[in-house]
C-alpha cells in the first residue's frame, strides 16, 4: 500500500512525498525511525495496482538503468545539481515507466529526501544493491564515481544475461519445431496411411503397429494430453512460488548435467560481482553478503551466504562456511581467502567475475555448438522412424509379390 505524508524532520523543515508499507501504522512507523514527525499520513486514493508494478518492473531492464546511471553521473561529474539532472533525464527518457520512475525521484527529492531514500521507495524498480550502493556513495561523497560503477556493474549484468539467452534460444527453438513436426506426423500423416496399411492385409511390423498406436493415442486423447502438459506446467510454476519448491529447483538447475554447468557460472558471477561492488562502494561486508543473500537468484547459494553471514557476526572467515557448502570451487574460495588478508576482497572478486564472464561466453559457445548437431540427429531419426514405419509394409508386400 502506498501512503501519503506530511510531517517535518529532525530541523524542523516540512517534508512530504509518499511511502510504501503494508499498513498505516507500519508507514507512521517507517516514517519515525527517518526522524520525521508524522503530521499527517493517508492511503494514496490513486495507488498502481500490483500488476502495473510488475509491468514496469519488465520494462525497465539492466540496460536502461545501466543508461540512467552512466547518464546521471555525467552530469553530475559536470557539476549539475541531481534534481535539475534527473528533470532533464525525465524529458529525455524513451519509456513511459522510466519516465514516471524519474518524476517520482523528483517529487521526493524536492520534499527534502537523500536521493537513497526516494530509491527505496521504489523497490520493484531500484533493486538492493542499487540502492545501498548509493546510499554507500552518497554518505561518502563519491556518488558520482558510485553510479559509474554501478552502471557497470549493471551493463556486464545485461551482457551476461543476453549471452545466456542467446545460448538457449536456438536450441529451445528447434526443440519447438521438433515436437511440433513429430506432432504433425503422428496426428495427421500416419493416419491417412492407417486404412491403406491394414487393407495390405499382412503382419505389419513392430515398429509400423507402435508408431500407429501412438497416433490413435495423440488423435483420440490429445485434450486429455492438453490438459496434463498444462496442468504440470501450472503445477511447476506453483511449485516455484513456494521457498521449499523453489529450493528444490534451484538445486536441480544445478545439477542438471548439460545446462547445470552453465547456469552454476552465472550464479557464481553475479556472486562476485554484486559482493566486489557493494565492498568497492563502501558498504559494509555483513550489510553487502545481506544484499548478495536476496539478490544473487538461487536459494541454494543464498543460504550458503547466509551461512557465512552468521560465520562473520562471530568474528570468523567468509571462506570456510563457502567452502564446506562444495557450491563455490576452490579457485574462487582461494581468491577469497587472499582477498580477505591482504585487504583487497572487492578487487579480487571482481576479477573473479571477469574470469567467470569469459567462462559463461564459453560455455554457452560450447553448448550451443554441442545442443545443435544433438537436436538435428534427434529430429531427423525420428522422422526417419516414421517414414521406416509407413514404408516397411510396403517393402514387405513387394517382397513377397517378387
Not at 247 to 266: E, N, V
Not at 345 to 356: E, R
Amino acid at each position: 500500500m502506498i501512503f501519503n505524508y506530511r510531517g517535518r524532520d529532525a530541523g524542523g523543515t516540512a517534508v512530504s512525498g509518499t511511502i510504501e508499507a503494508d499498513n498505516r501504522q507500519r508507514a507512521i512507523e517507517e516514517l519515525r525511525q527517518r526522524g520525521i514527525v508524522v503530521t499527517s499520513c493517508q492511503e494514496a486514493v490513486a495507488a498502481r495496482p500490483q500488476q502495473r508494478e510488475r509491468f514496469v518492473r519488465r520494462s525497465i531492464g539492466r540496460r536502461d538503468l545501466a543508461l540512467f546511471c552512466r547518464q546521471l553521473a555525467t552530469m553530475l561529474g559536470a557539476g549539475l545539481p541531481i534534481i535539475n539532472a534527473l528533470n532533464i533525464l525525465q524529458k529525455q527518457a524513451e519509456k513511459a515507466a522510466l519516465r514516471e520512475s524519474i518524476a517520482a525521484l523528483c517529487r521526493d527529492l524536492e520534499a527534502g529526501e537523500a536521493f537513497y531514500r526516494a530509491l527505496e521507495r521504489q523497490p520493484r524498480i531500484f533493486s538492493p544493491i542499487f540502492t545501498y550502493t548509493v546510499e554507500a556513495g552518497e554518505l561518502g561523497g563519491t556518488l558520482t564515481e558510485t553510479l559509474q560503477q554501478l552502471a557497470e556493474h549493471l551493463q556486464r549484468e545485461h551482457e551476461l544475461e543476453e549471452k545466456v539467452k542467446s545460448a538457449l534460444t536456438y536450441p529451445a527453438v528447434v526443440s519447438v519445431v521438433a515436437l511440433l513436426v513429430i506432432g504433425f506426423l503422428l496426428a495427421y500423416i500416419l493416419p491417412t496411411f492407417r486404412i491403406m496399411l491394414f487393407s495390405l492385409e499382412l503382419p505389419l511390423p513392430w515398429p509400423t503397429r507402435l508408431l500407429l498406436e501412438i497416433s490413435e493415442l495423440l488423435r483420440r486423447c490429445w485434450p486429455l494430453i492438453f490438459l496434463a502438459v498444462a496442468g504440470a506446467s501450472f503445477g511447476l510454476y506453483r511449485l516455484s512460488r513456494q521457498p521449499r519448491g523453489r529450493y528444490q529447483l534451484d538445486r536441480l538447475l544445478l545439477r542438471l548435467p548439460i545446462y547445470g554447468p552453465l547456469y552454476h557460472k552465472t550464479v557464481l558471477s553475479r556472486f562476485s560481482r554484486t559482493l566486489g561492488t557493494l565492498l568497492h562502494s563502501g558498504v559494509p561486508l555483513l550489510l553487502a553478503l545481506e544484499v548478495v543473500q536476496r539478490t544473487v537468484g538461487n536459494l541454494v547459494v543464498a543460504e550458503a551466504v547466509a551461512r557465512a553471514r552468521e560465520n562473520i557476526r562471530d568474528g570468523q572467515s567468509l571462506a570456510t562456511p563457502l567452502e564446506d557448502s562444495g557450491l563455490f570451487p576452490p579457485m574462487l574460495i582461494e581468491m577469497i581467502i587472499v582477498g580477505e588478508e591482504a585487504g583487497a576482497l572487492d578487487t579480487l572478486l571482481t576479477k573473479v567475475s571477469a574470469f567467470y564472464d569469459l567462462e559463461v561466453t564459453e560455455t554457452a559457445v560450447r553448448l550451443s555448438s554441442l545442443i545443435e548437431p544433438l537436436l538435428i540427429l534427434l529430429l531427423g531419426s525420428i522422422v526417419g522412424l516414421v517414414v521406416m514405419a509407413v514404408l516397411l509394409p510396403v517393402f514387405t508386400m513387394y517382397g513377397g509379390l517378387q
